[in-house]
């Protein structure tokens, strides 16, 4: 009898911790980042090459990883420092001195669900970029915020702490009943 309920006891906590994971996931499937706009927007033409290129997201997405290419017509990399994260806005620095001409700006972040995304958009612009360089500025300010996937995973590793440690005093008890019974 009380073999049977500790062996209900085990493939409870067994499910619990497989439901729990499963949890962890799908979670990030649904909260995958998307690129709502950018500035410059795709295929757009501006007077100057700006001193910044933004991209705004549907969601933060975490601070690691994040690569923005800025590429002028001839294929050289314009960017000018780190990417700076703040809420759901992702920025990058030009090089003062960028050149006229079309431009490819080339991402990629990592989504806040842990995920890496990526894409491509371009704009020409008219003249080059003679403003001064903001990367300094920009390079200060950090990503904040707690990433979901770390909460949800936290959430998950309490539920298996907690289901180990109620099959660990069932087993106590049942080793207590069984030298009793002997
Ligand atoms: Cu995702």
């Known amino acids: ?9 085990q493939r409870s ?10 949890v962890v996931l799908a979670a990030p499937a ?10 410059p927007a795709n295929g757009s033409s ?8 933004g991209l705004t997201f549907d969601h933060t997405p975490m601070g690691i990883g994040s690569v923005i290419q800025v590429q002028d017509g001839t294929g050289t990399d314009q960017a000018d420092g780190a990417v700076t994260i703040v809420d759901n806005h992702v920025t990058q620095a030009v090089k003062a001195g960028a050149p ?3 431009y490819t700006v080339i991402w990629r972040v990592a ?3 842990g995920h890496p995304i990526e894409g491509t958009f371009t704009f020409t612009a008219g003249s080059g970029n003679s403003g001064a360089s903001p990367s300094a500025a920009g390079a200060a300010a950090g990503a904040g915020g707690t990433p979901a996937g770390v909460i949800i995973a936290g959430g998950a590793a309490a539920v298996l702490v907690i ?6 005093v069932l087993v106590r008890r049942r080793l207590r009943n069984t030298e009793s019974d002997a």
Request: glycine share 8%.
């Open 30 to 39: 649904q909260a995958h980042d998307v690129l709502e706009s950018s500035d």
């Open 163 to 168: 289901g180990l440690a109620g099959g660990a």
């Open 100 to 102: 006229a001409g079309k």
């Open 1 to 9: 009898m009380l073999e049977n309920l500790l062996r209900w006891f």
């Open 46 to 53: 501006v007077p100057a090459v700006p001193s910044r290129i």
């Open 13 to 22: 906590v067994l499910v619990l911790a497989v439901a729990a994971c499963s």
């Open 111 to 113: 989504s806040s669900d």
